[in-house]
């Protein structure tokens, strides 16, 4: 996943971000999945579950304002998540 995101991300932002921090900000991303209850809610009749990217972006934030990993703006973060969820996107049901 990290490599997958790091690929896709904006080219100054590759230069930016380590690798350390893209787990931390998946960490954080599976977090929130975990516990908003985003995924505990009926999926469309298309089976797609509608989550706000804008949500965890601001979840991020604040937890690593936390952390003192706040280094990071809104925009970037979102790209991370951005890229999480292509990421899934991407897999077959095979692959689950």
Request: aromatic letters at 14%.
């Given at each position: 996943?990290?490599e997958?995101?790091?690929?896709h991300?904006p080219?100054?932002?590759?230069e930016k971000?380590?690798?350390?921090?893209?787990?931390?900000?998946l960490?954080?991303?599976?977090e929130?999945?975990a516990t908003s209850?985003?995924?505990d809610v009926e999926?469309?009749e298309?089976?797609y579950?509608?989550i706000?990217?804008?949500?965890?972006?601001?979840?991020?934030?604040?937890e690593?304002k936390?952390?003192?990993?706040d280094?990071f703006?809104?925009?970037?973060?979102?790209f991370v998540?951005?890229?999480?969820?292509?990421?899934?996107n991407?897999?077959?049901?095979?692959?689950?």
């Amino acid at each position: 996943i990290v490599e997958y995101i790091k690929t896709h991300l904006p080219s100054e932002l590759q230069e930016k971000i380590t690798e350390d921090e893209l787990y931390y900000f998946l960490d954080l991303i599976f977090e929130y999945y975990a516990t908003s209850g985003c995924l505990d809610v009926e999926p469309d009749e298309e089976g797609y579950i509608n989550i706000d990217q804008e949500e965890i972006v601001e979840f991020l934030l604040t937890e690593a304002k936390k952390d003192n990993m706040d280094n990071f703006s809104a925009e970037d973060l979102l790209f991370v998540v951005q890229g999480e969820m292509e990421y899934g996107n991407s897999l077959t049901d095979d692959e689950f």
